[in-house]
Every structure is written in C-alpha cells, then in structure tokens.
C-alpha cells in the first residue's frame, strides 16, 4: 500500500486536482497556485486563498509570541495575495483552541493580527472556532482583488527568463534553527529570530512587478527556493537553473552561519518561510526592470539564475558548476 510519505504534498495535490479540475466553469483557475482565481467584473478578478498553522508543525507555542503568532497567520495569508500581485480585503479565523489557553493569551494574538489587518487594509469579516484537544490550530481563508490583465501567475515561465528574489532568502530559516537549538539571544539571533516570527508579506512589490508584463510567472516563497522554484518548473513545463552564489544572503545570516558552521545555501535554498517574491523576468527587459526596482524600493532585485527548456530539471550550480545535491547532498559546497 502506498502512503502519503510516499507521493508526498506535491503528489497529494496533484491528486486532489486532478480530481476537481475538470468542469470547472469558465475563468476559473483552481487548485495550483498561490490563490484561486474567480471571474469577477469586466476589469477584476476575486482572489481567494487559504493557509493553516498547526501548534508543533508550524509554530512552537512557547517559542513564538502569541502578537507574533496572530501576526503571522494572516501574513503567511497575505504573501499569496502578493504573489499574484493582488490586493488584501477580507479575512476569515477559524481556530481549533485547547480549553486551557489563556484569554490574555488569545487577546495579544488578535492584538497582532489586528495590527498586520489594519496595516493592509485588510477586514475580518467571520470564522468558526471549536475546541481542540491539546493542539492550537489556526487556519485563515483571505479573499482580495487583481487587474485580470495583470495577474501573474506560477505556470507563464518561459525558458531564457532571469529568475529574481525580491529579498534576501535564508533569514528566517536561519531564524528557525537558532529556536531549535536554544542558541543564546544576541543582536544577530534576534534579528533572524524576528524575520521567521514577523515576515513582511510583499503586497507593494508585488502590486508593482504585476503592472509589467516582462514579468512572467511570480510566487512567495514559503517552503523555500528549490521546492517553490519546482512548482514554477511544473506549472510551467520547464527547467531552471540556479547560482547558489548569487542568492542574496544576509551579512547576518552570513556571520551566524560561521560561527555555528551552518550551510548558509542549504539554509537559503531549503530554509522556507520567507515570504519574499521569486519571480521569472524575459531576458530583454530585465536590466530596465532591475533599474526601476531598485530605484523604487530602494533595493536591489536580485538575479538568481534562468528558466531553461530541460522540463523538471533544476540545476544549482556554484563558481559556475553543476552541483547534485541528490549524489553529494550540500556538504560538497560547504561554507566559502
Ligand atoms: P502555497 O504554498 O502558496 O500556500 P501550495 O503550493 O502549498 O500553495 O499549494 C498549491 C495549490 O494546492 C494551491 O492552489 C492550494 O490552494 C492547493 N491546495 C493545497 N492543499 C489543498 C487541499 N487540501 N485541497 C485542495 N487544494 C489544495
Ligand atoms: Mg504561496
């Protein structure tokens, strides 16, 4: 018998889509990107997307704030928006809470997320909430809108295009480990502590890159560049190759990654949780998309490698080498 550890997420959403793909009615887009896209009026389209947070798989209660942890949830929520180059407007809390949690507790939760709302002009319009036997579970359904013409999406790569990050990649996983180990707080642990626990969804930016249609495909990464870069491939029938040493790391993660002997790229290529936008740029317009960017944001969009025509395959490559990770794993390039 073949078990879910098997086929794996990819594999058990490739089910469920094949499943409830066909029929859909027309201007639908279902299962398989960062939101669902439903037909709206003659100009807009209705996003909707959804993500859970489970007390010990996502979230350590005694490790994360519960201002941080109310926060996050609707962040994480937000990131999808920004990865279609939507607009937030309404939210929806279900919880699953233990009889014991505390009501001062629930009320610096809604304090955090209250905040990130107001901020993002988002509303909370309902919810459920139920008991839950000793696990906290937290689960956010938000709708917001988009241009129809403007919309990106994972599955519009094409082979040439400039793969961008819009920030640097690894902070928050780097942010994890310290929690993990218990490493002692200091000013560095603290900042990477901070990026995993309040990650700032891209809304303005990926408002902005979706008004340029030299941007191809677009996502946030939240499980990290090599599994999110393999669902632009899959989508998008393609390859891609990657530069590890072109990935914007952190001086801080830099400097953290040495002290405690940490793989700085296998942190930026499989961290997860960033919550910034990886996106594809055609070829021809990428030096005057990078220029604006930078003047716009302040800040550098960074190249990271190409789309290739080789379907499913996705090469790292340090000093202008291949690397296979699945022959040699990352020790191969440890730290340089
Ligand atoms: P993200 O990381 O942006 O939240 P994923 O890559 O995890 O998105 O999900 C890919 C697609 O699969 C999304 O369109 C999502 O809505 C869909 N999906 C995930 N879980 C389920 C499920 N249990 N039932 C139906 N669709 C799902
Ligand atoms: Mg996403």
New binding site residues.
Partial sequence: MTSLSTIG?FGL?NR??KN?IKGLPPGITG????C?IIPFNDKEVLLV???MLIEDQHFLKKKISPYELGYKSLAVNLS?IA?MGGTPEHAFLSLGIPVTTEIKWLDEFFRGLKYLANKSNTFLLGGDISKSADKLIINIAVTGRADKSKIKKRNTAKPGDIICVTDFVGDSGGGLKALLNDLPVNQDIKYLIGRHHLPVPCLDIGKWLSELPGVHAM??L??GIESDMH?IMESSDTGAEIDLDKIPVSETLKKVSEKYNWNKYEIAVNGGEDYCLMLTVENRQFEYIKNNFSTHFSKPLYPIGKITDHKGDLTFKLNKKSIDFSKHGFDHFKDN
């Fill in positions: 997420e959403i469920i889509r409830f299962i398989g990107d960062d669902a997307t959804t993500d999808d990865a996502i946030d939240s499980d669902r």
